[in-house]
Structure formats: structure tokens, C-alpha cells
């Protein structure tokens, strides 16, 4: 029983790792439209509000994320 639950632990930890990953990814290419729109001049104000608060809400999700892998690590330690 005690290896099903290390299993699933360590699976749970590659999924968190990711979606981690993925979610940089994603920042990082909103991070590039937005400098590409002031670079070119394109865009309107409002299109730049839009990235910078996907930018935050990406950011915030791996802040829960980090802190979920944080939690597990934690919990796998002991």
C-alpha cells in the first residue's frame, strides 16, 4: 500500500511539475507579445491591460502550483 501511495505521490508531483512548465511557457509568450506590440507600436491600451493580467493569473496559478509541490515534497519528507 505504502508504494501505491509513493506511486501516486510522485505522479501527482510530475503533473504539478507540468503544469508548472507549461505555465512559464505560456507566461514567457505573452511576455513576448507584449513587448512586440510597444516595440511595433501596435495594440491598443487595452489589448496590453489584457496580456498583463493574463501574465498575473498565469503568475498567481504557479504560486498555487509551487506551493502545492512545496506541500507534497513536505509530506513525501516525512
Partial sequence: MVDMTET?????ISELELRYSA????????????AAQG???QGSVEMADQLRAKIEKLKSQNK???AALD???E????
Fill in 23 to 34: 505555465v512559464n511557457e505560456q507566461i514567457a509568450r505573452f511576455r513576448a507579445e507584449l
Fill in 39 to 41: 516595440d511595433l507600436k
Fill in 75 to 78: 509530506g513525501d519528507a516525512a
Fill in 64 to 66: 498555487r502550483t509551487a
Fill in 71 to 73: 506541500s507534497l515534497a
Fill in 8 to 12: 501516486m505521490v510522485e505522479r501527482r
